[in-house]
């Protein structure tokens, strides 16, 4: 039996009269991507936030592991195991890939190694950077200067730098977001290799990486679900043909 990691259970935010995301539940196990995809305005976004931390919900609940995290700061539920990318990016550029990874590691989860000595704390904090930069695939740019890495690289440091907060689950908001074909096929194949030690909530547009990589996938619109199923199932369902991949795909 798979480990259920992350679920939402009747979530619904709203923004004055506009219910961003509306009675939305699902459930997210480890060693699966569950992507969530929808039109622009569906309340992707606004779903991760809720999933995070960053925003309140009005009314739902999220449960992380077996702890019911709803209301908790975003500081507390990354040290309970979640870890987000974000749309806008939180890289030094001025410095390297790998103090990069060392800052965040640090800054999200400061009493992680709280009882270690410094050297053994040291030990430990560099063994999960260098664990992070090799699985993020940036293992041959650990010295570089995040400014001058590639847009694609950059987006693999941003995953290496969340990695290293040892999150159990991961949310990625568009992680492919203006990426080439190469870069996107990079990115495919490390999230691939990601998700056989975590769960992963991926929001993404580019549909063919969305079906080369999920296991489950929600379609939101409008703030609401409209089907939620394997990709098999979502392709074959009439009503999210005509509402949003119709167009796209
Ligand atoms: P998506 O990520 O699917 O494009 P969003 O979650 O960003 O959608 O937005 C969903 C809806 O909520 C949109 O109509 C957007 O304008 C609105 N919205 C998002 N954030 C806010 C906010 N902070 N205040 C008011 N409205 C918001
Ligand atoms: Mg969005």
Not at 80 to 87: E, V
Not at 221 to 236: K, Y
């Amino acid at each position: 039996m798979p480990e259920l990691l992350l679920t939402a259970r009747n979530l619904t935010k709203r923004f004055g009269g506009l219910a961003a995301v509306n009675d939305v539940s699902l459930d997210l196990w480890r060693n699966h991507i569950h992507a969530v995809i929808g039109p622009n305005g569906a309340g992707k976004s606004t779903l991760t936030n809720l999933l995070s931390g960053d925003l309140p919900p009005t009314s739902g609940s999220v449960t992380l592991g077996q702890r019911d995290v709803t209301g908790w700061s975003p500081e507390k539920i990354s040290a309970q195991g979640l870890g987000r990318s974000y749309q806008k990016t939180n890289i030094f550029l001025p410095f390297s890939v790998w103090e990069n990874v060392r800052l965040a590691s640090q800054s999200r989860q400061p009493q992680a190694f709280r009882w270690l000595t410094p050297a053994t704390h040291l030990i430990a904090v560099n063994a999960r950077c260098e664990r992070a930069i090799e699985l993020s695939g940036l293992k041959h740019r650990k010295n570089s200067i995040a400014g001058t890495i590639s847009h694609g690289e950059q987006r693999q440091l941003e995953i290496a730098m969340t990695l290293a907060t040892e999150p159990q689950v991961l949310l990625l908001d568009e992680p492919l977001a203006g990426m080439g074909t190469v870069e996107a096929e990079r990115m495919v194949a490390l999230l691939l290799g990601i998700k056989k030690d975590h769960g992963i909530l991926l929001v993404e547009h580019d549909m063919d990486a969305v079906f080369a990589l999920a296991d489950q996938l929600t379609v939101m619109v409008n703030g609401q679900v409209i089907a939620s199923g394997t990709p098999v199932e979502i392709r074959a369902d009439a009503g999210v043909q005509a509402a949003y991949l119709g167009e796209e795909h």
